[in-house]
């Protein structure tokens, strides 16, 4: 009997990590032929068992952080629901992995609140500001100052813009030069006719 509660959890696990792994509400849970886990097992004890399994993940991972150093990245973005999320993820040797998520909506977004977010995030794990050497974030001045007051906190980590927004940001500039924006302009009238026409 033990034996089939083994296996009734694994398998329950392997279905939950298919949900989890391709974003599926836990409550789309229908097979006819196999009794999956409810909604209560996917969205609870199953995804449970997956974030600690991360943290062990990320645990092995801190231990050879020592040695390369990590940088801790920020990507920002608003959801359809015009929720404003901040995404932090490290960045090492042999890859990035996600470090948590959160959502920003309805708080003030000036440099304090930045700083206690990568602080937040940086005291999330034991000793990680020593492993940390670098965050990226975009050329805000809000992260700007942000990161400023951080570096006055641990020494050892430096502000690094990220390279896509500068990039956006010389584009936009570039778009803004008369010949190139009457380009544009041309290019987003072919655009709407060709559109008007198949329509």
């Known amino acids: 009997m033990a034996n089939i509660k083994v296996r009734a959890m694994k398998m329950g696990r392997a279905i939950s990590k298919f949900f989890h792994y391709n974003q599926i509400p836990p409550n789309a849970e229908v097979v006819p032929i196999v009794k999956p886990p409810s909604t209560y097992g996917i969205g609870g004890k199953y995804r449970d068992m997956e974030v600690d399994d991360y943290w062990r993940y990320l645990e092995d991972q801190f231990k050879t952080w020592e040695e390369y150093g990590r940088t801790l990245m920020c990507d920002g973005w608003t959801s359809n629901n015009r929720r404003h999320i901040i995404n932090f993820m490290a960045n090492y040797v042999t890859g990035i992995v996600f470090v948590s998520s959160v959502d920003t ?3 003030r977004m000036d440099a304090q609140y930045f700083y206690s977010l990568i602080d937040d995030t ?14 990226v974030t975009n050329n805000a001045a809000n992260f700007k ?11 050892s980590i430096i502000w690094v813009s990220c390279a896509a927004h500068c990039i956006d940001l010389v584009l936009e500039d570039i778009g803004k030069l008369d010949d190139v924006r009457d380009t544009i302009d041309e290019g987003k009238m072919v655009t709407f006719l060709n559109i008007t026409i198949k329509s």
Not at 147 to 153: F, V
């Open 105 to 107: 909506s309805g708080h």
């Open 122 to 135: 940086l005291c999330m794990v034991k000793n990680w500001h020593k492993y940390v050497v670098a965050i």
């Open 145 to 155: 100052a942000a990161t400023k007051k951080l570096h006055e906190k641990h020494k």
